[in-house]
């Protein structure tokens, strides 16, 4: 068992950044691939980014390539997801997620943080 618990939301105007944290308690975090999602008001909920265990690897759903960057501090058992140049069609609730089998798998979820970029 993992716990997720987000942080680091909230309003932002187009253009600027904001940084989510995710910090995991449980089991050993180093053997999770970890990813965000996110849910806009009436879609469904889709990847973003997604980190494998060591955290050599990265990979973006296009929308955000260039503009979002995913890290992990696998000894503060915290993944990080930096988000620059935000639009307003980011706006949404963001999920990480956590899989011990799969990347972007999602075994464990947090409960989530809203980011609201205004136009």
């Known amino acids: 068992q993992v716990q997720l618990v987000e942080s680091g939301g909230g309003l932002v105007q187009a253009g600027g950044s904001l940084r989510l944290s995710c910090a995991a308690s449980?089991?050993?975090?180093?053997?999770?691939?970890m990813a965000w999602f996110r849910q806009a008001p009436g879609k469904e909920r889709e990847s973003v980014a997604a980190?494998?265990?060591?955290?050599?690897?990265?990979y973006y759903v296009d929308s955000v390539k260039g503009r979002f960057t995913i890290s992990r501090d696998n000894v503060k058992n915290t993944v990080y997801l930096q988000m620059n140049i935000l639009k307003p069609e980011d706006t949404a609730v963001y999920y990480c997620?956590?899989?011990?089998?799969?990347?972007?798998?999602?075994?464990?979820w947090g409960q989530g943080t809203q980011v609201t970029v205004s136009s």
């Open positions: 980190i494998t265990k060591g955290g050599l690897n990265t």
């Open positions: 449980g089991r050993t975090f180093s053997i999770y691939y």
């Open positions: 997620a956590a899989s011990s089998k799969a990347l972007y798998g999602h075994d464990y």
